[in-house]
């Protein structure tokens, strides 16, 4: 099946502790996207990447990282740094300059 | 530079009652408007777009929406709601046709929608 695959569904974070979170696509899709989800806040941009090998900020990428060294992928880290890290993220991903597809998301929180 | 404004965090309405979502955005370049939605603890789905064309959208489950310029909004609606509707509702913006920053999608806050029996 074509799709974006977001693991795992649900992860939990010891203070201090980097984490990441994986996404992968198979649409063969040039950009991808990670947002971040709060209650009440809707989406907010973390970091994006049009092409292999580069990637942008987002409008909250402090205390998270990211690499693309394959198109399919787009892995997020979620380092020590960020002190609220407790939220629904979302991976996406867009081939042309219409609409975004979503994985179904992983659930982050801190213990 | 685009926003959005979805005015009302939740809205309530029986079953069979019209849907109203409001959806308003700002854009300095022509826009590409999405009604996206979310069930819970789920991702986001489609459900409809504007790209220039036809300026009223027909998407899934029965929802349509229409591109008002002068107005600037992006109104989602549905004849009459049905249980199954309930979840969260985002309007999101895009520069049209620009694979640059501005073609990022810049989502609303989000607007829940309740359908009771």
């Known amino acids: 099946d074509g799709g974006i695959t977001q693991s795992p569904k649900y992860l939990f974070r010891k203070e201090g502790q980097n984490v990441t979170l994986s996404c992968e696509q198979n649409?063969?899709?040039?950009?991808m996207y990670w947002y971040r989800q709060d209650p009440g806040q809707g989406l907010r941009l973390i970091y994006y990447?049009?092409?292999?090998?580069?990637?942008q900020k987002g409008d909250i990428a402090e205390g998270y990282s990211v690499s693309r060294e394959k198109k399919e992928s787009f892995p997020l880290t979620v380092t020590s740094a960020q002190k609220n890290p407790t939220a629904f993220y979302l991976c996406?991903?867009?081939?042309?300059?219409?609409?975004?597809?979503f994985g179904q998301g992983t659930r982050l929180t801190v213990v | 530079a685009q926003s959005v404004t979805q005015l009302g965090s939740h809205v309530s309405v029986s079953e069979g009652a019209l849907v109203l979502l409001r959806c308003n955005y700002s854009s300095s370049v022509p826009p590409y408007l999405f009604w996206y939605v979310q069930y819970p603890n789920q991702g986001l789905q489609l459900l409809l777009k504007?790209?220039?064309?036809?300026?009223l959208v027909k998407g899934i489950n029965g929802f349509e929406a229409e591109f008002k310029k002068s107005e600037t909004s992006f109104h989602l609606t549905k004849p009459s709601a049905h249980m199954s509707d309930a979840a969260e509702y985002f309007c999101?913006?895009?520069?049209?046709?620009?694979?640059?920053?501005?073609?990022?999608?810049?989502f609303g806050k989000g607007t829940k929608l309740s359908v009771k029996p």
């Open positions: 999101a913006v895009s520069a049209a046709g620009d694979g640059g920053s501005q073609g990022n999608l810049i």
């Open positions: 990447s049009q092409i292999v090998n580069d990637f």
């Open positions: 649409l063969n899709h040039d950009a």
């Open positions: 996406a991903t867009r081939g042309s300059w219409t609409e975004a597809f």
């Open positions: 504007y790209t220039s064309a036809a300026t």
